[in-house]
């Protein structure tokens, strides 16, 4: 017995593997796949229907700078990860297309602290670094 899983685990040796290093190397995903939320604020009316239409109450409408930098603020949603189903309703009820499905499921959502699963209007339009406020 023993000596036959050996030459088995030596026959598989020069095969490719069948298992993926996770979160290394991420799987493939489905073109309908529903990860991170990704904000266009240029598409963005403030309407906050996106919030409305939240089953989980995830999503607040709060005033953010239009870009980074600039004094001009609206309003924007924010998402809190940490209660988000990614159902994907806040997309599709969006009357501009402003919200979409970003493909990360790892990187943006592992944190250590509530406060930094938060999505701000920024984080979700990629102007700064999702993976901020992690502990390294
Ligand atoms: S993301 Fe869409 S639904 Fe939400 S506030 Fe902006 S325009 Fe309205
Ligand atoms: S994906 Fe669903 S649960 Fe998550 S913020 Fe949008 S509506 Fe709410």
Redesign the pocket.
Known sequence: MVLKNIRYALKNIPKKRVTRLCPEVESPLSDRFRGLQI?DKS?????????N?CPNNA?K?IKAPIAPGSGKQR???EIDIGHCLFCGL?ID???????SSGKEYTKGMVKWTHKDLLMTPDKLAREVDIDEGDEK
Do not use: E, N
């Open positions: 904000l598409k963005c009316i403030g309407c906050g229907i996106c919030a239409t999503i409408i309003w924007f949603p806040c009820q969006c009357p501009k297309s402003a919200l």
